[in-house]
């Protein structure tokens, strides 16, 4: 999977599109992840499976099976389409309520720096 552009999408201070390699590489791996976590199945044409589905879940009844099955699908997800970028340590999915929370842990394959991204779905953030 390779881009030219950010996600979201953006300018930089010339009106021109922003180059993802322009910052440090953290942002653009943040960006991936993001960019996996937050595509739909179905929601790119040449790639009809990318995606993790996540943006379905404040839909769905929370219960410890959703949760579990989430973080299942988030792992598979981000290792299938980011196994070039990076290597998933931990995915904690954790439903309190009507809130679902979504915590990535991965490192880059070229260092040994720890990344950690948290997502937070439903009321009461």
């Not at 599109?17 to 790119?44: I, K």
């Not at 299938?80 to 842990?105: D, F, G, H, M, P």
């Amino acid at each position: 999977m390779s881009t030219n552009v950010n996600f979201p999408f953006q300018f930089d201070g010339r009106g021109r599109t922003l180059d993802p390699n322009a910052g440090p590489q953290q942002n653009y791996l943040r960006q991936l992840v993001e960019q996996v976590l937050f595509t739909s199945p179905g929601e790119r044409v040449n790639l009809p499976d990318f995606g993790s589905g996540l943006l379905q879940l404040p839909f769905a009844p929370n219960s410890l099976e959703l949760t579990a099955a989430t973080q299942f699908n988030v792992q598979a997800s981000l290792q299938k389409w980011l196994s070039n970028y990076i290597r998933v340590l931990s995915v904690e999915c954790i439903a309190q309520e009507a809130r679902l929370t979504v915590t990535v842990t991965y490192s880059p394959l070229n260092t040994d720096v720890t990344e950690i991204q948290t997502f937070v779905y439903g009321g009461g953030q």
